[in-house]
């Protein structure tokens, strides 16, 4: 019975046989063109091709896919393929053209909640670090069903998904930002912060501190809406990671703005200054492992109570908050296995001073003298020496 593929085996010793050196090159036969062709075909994928099938799936109503046998895991397999496709910035920009954005941000409405996360996925990794994909979600009105799910979806991942393709949404694209200002999504990341979910909430306070460091003025707008006294309860939270973005926003909040304003955190907040001596006290009993994990921490919580009470923390006095040796210079990495003959050429003087002494011969350019003048010369030199033997014995 004949296998199903390519005759994988058969490919390589043709190849070997028309590569290896041993026969002298020739064209090849029309059979063996067409076989060789139809064996890597049968193994290439049309990227564009496959993205318009996808297409025409994600078109088709939900009704019509079910009554063809068509489930849920099936099409969350396919978003996954999708997701594979747009990796790549042209296809995430192709997706456009060939009809496949429109459909994808429908299925941030998706009855199944697996769905609408998945949506959220694909359009995270459409828009990430891609502005011509970002605009053309914007123009689709993509944002605004993904402010819906981040605000007010009972499924708390398909919150945090949505929160996810916002951030990357929204990143470096001032548009974006000004959408999501101005429809109240600071007030739907005070939500977030409240949320049971660790992950939902690190997402919520990452977006928040690169929104008060793109944007200065926000400062008071957050301040108003009560985030720092939330940022103050996360900020002991058993989690490392929430603990260290809860302190880099308030950190963000208390460094003075280039206008020379700032929000004044350790004025009449006696709580804050009881937050961080908590976590002076947390890292002073830390192993000497735990304390190199907490590099980030300490340094943060240093920052924040210079930035307050205009003083160094008891850390530096404590000796913890550069431990020994992480202000040493890194390695010499490079020198050590990428060392260009140049470098070292330039860090031995001597062989440069040598080089420079020993000059070569310099080579003559240009037809030399024939052998009847070089033959007159020999001899006018020989009679020029002993002329003067002759006078030097006289």
């Known amino acids: 019975m004949a296998k199903d593929g390519p005759n994988w085996d058969g490919l390589l010793k043709w ?32 990227v564009i091709k496959r993205m318009k099938e996808i297409t025409l799936v994600m078109q088709t109503p939900e009704q019509v896919l079910e009554s063809q046998g068509v489930t849920p895991q099936d099409i969350e397999d396919m978003l996954d393929e999708l997701q594979e ?21 429908g299925y941030l409405k998706n009855s199944l909640a697996n769905i609408r996360a998945k949506a959220a996925e694909v359009v995270t990794t459409i828009v990430q670090n891609n502005p011509q994909s970002q605009q053309l979600v914007m123009e689709a009105n993509g944002l605004e069903p993904l402010l819906s799910n981040f605000a007010s979806d009972p499924d708390v991942t398909v919150r945090t998904k949505a929160l996810g393709a916002i ?37 919520a306070l990452n977006l928040i501190q690169y929104l008060l460091n793109e944007n200065a003025s926000d400062c008071s707008v957050v301040d108003k809406l009560g985030f720092p006294r939330i940022m103050l309860h996360l900020a002991s939270s058993e989690d490392p990671d929430v603990r260290e973005a809860a302190l880099r926003g308030l950190l963000e909040l ?55 009470y205009n003083e160094p923390s008891s850390l530096r006095d404590k000796g913890l908050l550069v431990l020994p040796g992480e ?4 390695p010499d ?18 062989s440069k001073k040598s080089s420079v002494e020993q000059k070569e011969t310099p080579l003559l350019l240009g037809q030399g003298p024939s052998s009847e003048a070089t033959s007159n010369q020999d001899t006018s030199m020989s009679e020029a020496d002993a002329n003067g033997q002759t006078n030097a014995s006289q």
């Open 15 to 46: 190849s070997l046989a028309h590569s290896d050196g041993t026969r002298s090159t020739r064209n090849l036969s029309e059979e063996d063109r067409r076989w060789f062709m139809e064996a890597m075909q049968s193994q290439t994928v049309d």
């Open 85 to 105: 496709h747009v990796e790549s910035i042209d296809m995430a920009n192709d997706l456009h053209s060939i009809g496949g954005l429109a459909p994808l941000l």
């Open 167 to 203: 951030s990357s949404l929204i990143r470096h694209n001032r548009p974006g930002i000004e959408a999501f200002r101005l429809a109240n999504g600071y007030a739907a990341l005070r939500d977030a912060l409240g949320s049971e979910s660790v992950k939902f909430q690190r997402k």
């Open 254 to 308: 208390a460094r003075e703005k280039a206008d020379g304003s700032a929000i004044k955190l350790g004025e009449d907040n006696e709580k804050l200054k009881q937050l961080l001596g908590e976590r002076i006290k947390g890292i002073s009993l830390m192993s000497p492992e735990d304390l190199g994990a907490a590099r980030e921490e300490r340094h943060l919580v240093d920052s924040l109570w210079n930035a307050c």
């Open 327 to 330: 202000d040493a210079p890194p």
């Open 333 to 350: 990495v490079a020198s050590k296995h990428f060392e260009p003959s140049l470098r070292a050429w330039a860090a031995n003087p001597a």
